[in-house]
């Protein structure tokens, strides 16, 4: 099974550049996340989408825009690429939104903004 | 709110040796804690998750976490480190009435030979 499957695994852009990091869940997960993983800080949650149809700002929103494309499908969007946003992205789902779930996760995309 | 710290970013164990890694948590309700582990180049996988049933929670690889409430504290131990332990690992808790998981920084473990 591939589970959490993102794309791509790297890329470099140059400020104000735009792009879209693509993210398909095969396990029929209803709730889809977006986090971003900086040294020294952890995981950090940027958009969540808790069911098909929904999608919600998590703790770091500001520069992204997300769409829930179907229930496999979550992408998140740079409209305008910064430096700030050199990060490496990770992807999640799980099977339901609530307090117990576990989530699995993408192997990542590294994202280096020039 | 909810918050999580790790108490040391790196730890380094001798293959065979205790592994402790510190976690503590603040939270206004019952807490919901996981750790999640990291290996190089993957993503974060699922190691152990606690939620209220016993205080003693075993994961997988042979980890295994205490919830003391006292402490407000969910320490990961392994009695004996393996070459394949060496990893990134986050302490994390739900945040309240929510799906949202609150990570900490991450404390990486490196295991000498």
């Known amino acids: 099974n591939a589970g959490v499957t993102q794309t791509p695994k790297f890329q470099v852009l140059k400020t104000g550049q735009s792009m879209t990091l693509q993210c398909a869940q095969d396990?029929?997960?209803?709730?889809m996340y977006w986090y971003r993983q900086d040294p020294g800080m952890g995981l950090r949650l940027i958009y969540y989408s808790a069911s098909e149809g929904t999608t919600d700002k998590g703790e770091v929103p500001n520069g992204y825009n997300v769409s829930r494309l179907n229930k496999r499908e979550f992408s998140l969007r740079l409209e305008s690429a910064a430096p700030s946003q050199t990060s490496v992205y990770f992807c999640?789902?799980?099977?339901?939104?609530?307090?117990?779930?576990?989530?699995?996760f993408g192997s990542g995309t590294q994202l280096s903004v020039l | 709110a909810q918050s999580v710290t790790q108490l040391g970013s790196h730890v380094s164990v001798s293959e065979g040796a205790l592994v402790l890694l510190r976690c503590n948590y603040s939270s206004s309700v019952p807490p919901y804690l996981f750790w999640y582990v990291q290996y190089p180049n993957q993503g974060l996988q699922l190691l152990l998750k606690y939620t209220s049933a016993a205080t003693l929670v075993k994961g997988i690889n042979g980890f295994e976490a205490e919830f003391k409430k006292s402490e407000t504290s969910f320490h990961l131990t392994k009695p004996s480190a393996h070459m394949s332990d060496a990893a990134e690992y986050f302490c994390?808790?739900?945040?309240?009435?929510?799906?949202?998981?609150?990570f900490g920084q991450g404390t990486t473990l490196q295991v000498k030979p």
């Open positions: 396990m029929n997960h209803n709730s």
């Open positions: 999640a789902s799980s099977q339901g939104w609530g307090t117990n779930e576990k989530l699995f």
């Open positions: 994390a808790v739900s945040g309240v009435d929510t799906g949202k998981l609150i």
